[in-house]
């Protein structure tokens, strides 16, 4: 299923873990990296593994967990503690190249076999361009095993290179990190995969928040990570076709249902060929997906 929200959850936070429930996410992270302090980790996990155990409402959230990443020293205890409660899938982080996600799978395998689970039936999504390496690396992600989404993080790459902002005196992220969002784009794409777009930081700015994230929906991203509960309807909504977006892609269809001798056909004046049935074709498919949420 493809995911239009992704909400952070601190994976020591019971009161946050409760109000993350009630917010209408596809999809809740729950975290044991960034949100909890390294002291904090063991108790972290239990609480982690109790959210996942415990009974889930129908037509409820996916859980996830994000673990630390490959280079912390904590993975491999982190998908221990975690793997055999039920999550749908773990977020990796600072990843930095396809060895790494290789390896992953394999603890996966194991865990899977050890508790009797279906193969690669726990899923990644990896956060590709945490690291210099990663984003280097971009191009290596393909036939990954077990992946279903990468995203991107501007802040932790930031970081990595020792810079002092990420942004431009306008707001608008600088050149580097541009180009890294547009590489885990073109990634998800050769994976065949969701591309996700990443955090938008000020969650009291609905207005910049929406803005971004109908840009990244026009540019072919299918979701969106959030850090706040009031974030989630934004997304939700900018990743869900409206009604004119639904009649035209309807219309579009319905032209090409009539003239399948052709490849190129006029509406409204404009030219539309087959890329322009492929987009109609996933606006329906995006439609009927937001519409067997609602039921």
Known sequence: MTLRSLLFVPGDSERKQQKARAAGAD???LDLEDSVAPARLPVAREMVRAFLAAPRAPGGPQLWVRVNGPASGSLLDDLVAVADAG???IVVPKVSDSDEVRAIHHYLSALEKREERPLESIRLILIATETARGVQNTAAYTALPRVSGITWGAEDLAAALGATTNRDPD???AFT???ARSLCLVAASALDVQAIDGVYTDFRDAKGLASEAAAARREGFLGKLAIHPDQVDVINAAFTPDAR???RARRIV?????????GVLTLDGQMIDRPHLLQARRVLEAAA???ERKG
């Not at 319905?254 to 052709?262: D, K, P």
């Open 27 to 29: 999809a809740l992270i």
């Open 87 to 89: 999550p749908e899938g």
């Open 171 to 173: 707001g608008s992220y």
């Open 289 to 291: 997906r937001a519409q």
């Open 254 to 262: 319905a032209a090409f249902e009539a003239s399948q001798s052709t």
């Open 245 to 247: 977006e639904i009649e």
């Open 177 to 179: 990190y541009r180009l």
